[in-house]
T-cell receptor
């Protein structure tokens, strides 16, 4: 069974640029959530995708957007990068089931540095 | 709204000593609570979870946590620390209907030889 994978591992961008981060969900999982973890902080929920649609969003501006593909993999896009976007971006997948708790499994993260 | 507060950003113990990491929660509904561990430059690994079954929850690597509704607490313990336990630990509560997690700020555990 393959776990959650993310690419790239590290990324350096300059302010104002755009970035795309990728996530492959664990086998059998149909839901992907993205989190931002700033240095010294706990992860913060960005949004979740289920059946290729956004299914809930945290307190992040519209320049944070995402996609989910038919194979359940996902992308996180960030436009007009700001210095404060420097963080570890974590992807988590889960198997959504009616009436059951859906445990989230996390990938290793992508470290984004904005200069 | 749900939230968690972790008391102590840094805890240091000697190898073999008791580990106690504190977490208090706030929730308007019966909470689902979690402890995750994060090793340097890695993602999050689930240690244990409370989902309204037994109040004493046993997890991996010898960790356990007790849900105390009267104290709104979910503290993480391990009877004897090992050097390999040095990491950052996050307490989390299940948030909205989509099941997103709300994390505390984390507690960094150091283990001295």
């Amino acid at each position: 069974e393959t776990g959650v994978t993310q690419s790239p591992t590290h990324l350096i961008k300059t302010r104002g640029q755009q970035v795309t981060l990728r996530c492959s969900s664990q086998s059998g999982h149909n839901t992907v959530s993205w989190y931002q973890q700033a240095l010294g902080q706990g992860p913060q929920f960005i949004f979740q995708y289920y059946r290729e649609e956004e299914n809930g969003r945290g307190n992040f501006p519209p320049r944070f957007s995402g996609l989910q593909f038919p194979n359940y993999s996902s992308e996180l896009n960030v436009n007009a990068l700001e210095l404060d976007d420097s963080a570890l971006y974590l992807c988590a997948s889960s198997a959504r089931q009616q009436g059951a708790y859906n445990e989230q499994f996390f990938g290793p993260g992508t470290r984004l540095t904005v200069l | 709204a749900q939230s968690v507060t972790q008391l102590g950003s840094h805890v240091s113990v000697s190898e073999g000593a008791l580990v106690l990491l504190r977490c208090n929660y706030s929730s308007s509904v019966p909470p689902y609570l979690f402890w995750y561990v994060q090793y340097p430059n890695q993602g999050l690994q689930l240690l244990l979870k409370y989902t309204s079954a037994a109040t004493l929850v046993k997890g991996i690597n010898g960790f356990e946590a007790e849900f105390k509704k009267s104290e709104t607490s979910f503290h993480l313990t391990k009877p004897s620390a090992h050097m390999s336990d040095a990491a950052e630990y996050f307490c989390a509560v299940r948030g909205g209907s989509q099941g997103n997690l709300i994390f505390g700020k984390g507690t960094k555990l150091s283990v001295k030889p």
